[in-house]
T-cell receptor, first 114, second 111 residues
């Protein structure tokens, strides 16, 4: 079946630094990937849609200059949290469309900003 | 109005009972509907997808879709303690590939 690999699974960083999260589709090509954020006891909130070879589409209220998304190939999308602050601490999850309207999720990245 | 709504629960059922989870959505043009299960600290895992009105069964799980009433439900038969998790309803909005999630229903299956 379709597999999406997400790294790192956990990261702790200092306030003001940047963190990059990678999302790879291992056995299929993903022209579209999605980035979600989930705070404790809340649901997944869609942050942005990442399109291969073009700019990401951000949801309302998501700062595109803070959450940089790059989708340079059909198998890799990255999310960079720039100048991270404690309020950015969350569970970040990527998802990819694997054809036939299927969606496969990465294992998630737990970001803690101290 | 939220695009996808679920009762947050918790829904508590005894082992062996049927658990019924409900979800309503606001976009009448939605075409694809999904149920995911999420354990604490883990990524969602797909249980079922449904695209047309009626019932769809897969093992102990049955998804029901009623587009006229804009609701989708999930029945879990013979509930097991291992089914205890948060169940997320997700809807693929019309004209886009975006998957929008409800807030999730926490299910507790008592041994």
């Amino acid at each position: 079946g379709a597999v999406v690999s997400q790294h790192p699974s956990r990261v702790i960083c200092k306030s003001g630094t940047s963190v990059k999260i990678e999302c790879r589709s291992l056995d299929f090509q993903a022209t579209t990937m999605f980035w979600y954020r989930q705070f404790p006891k809340q649901s997944l909130m869609l942050m942005a849609t990442s399109n291969e070879g073009s700019k990401a589409t951000y949801e309302q209220g998501v700062e595109k200059d803070k959450f940089l998304i790059n989708h340079a190939s059909l198998t890799l999308s990255t999310l960079t949290v720039t100048s991270a602050h404690p309020e950015d601490s969350s569970f970040y999850i990527c998802s990819a469309r694997d054809g036939l309207l299927g969606y496969t999720f990465g294992s998630g990245t737990r970001l803690t900003v101290v | 109005q939220k695009e996808v709504e679920q009762n947050s629960g918790p829904l508590s059922v005894p082992e062996g009972a049927i658990a019924s989870l409900n979800c309503t959505y606001s976009d009448r043009g939605s075409q694809s509907f999904f149920w995911y299960r999420q354990y604490s600290g883990k990524s969602p895992e797909l249980i079922m997808s449904i695209y047309s009105n009626g019932d769809k069964e897969d093992g102990r799980f049955t998804a029901q879709l009623n587009k006229a009433s804009q609701y989708v439900s999930l029945l879990i038969r013979d509930s097991q303690p291992s089914d205890s998790a948060t169940y997320l309803c997700a809807v693929n909005l019309d004209s886009s590939y975006k998957l929008i999630f409800g807030s999730g229903t926490r299910l507790l299956v008592r041994p």
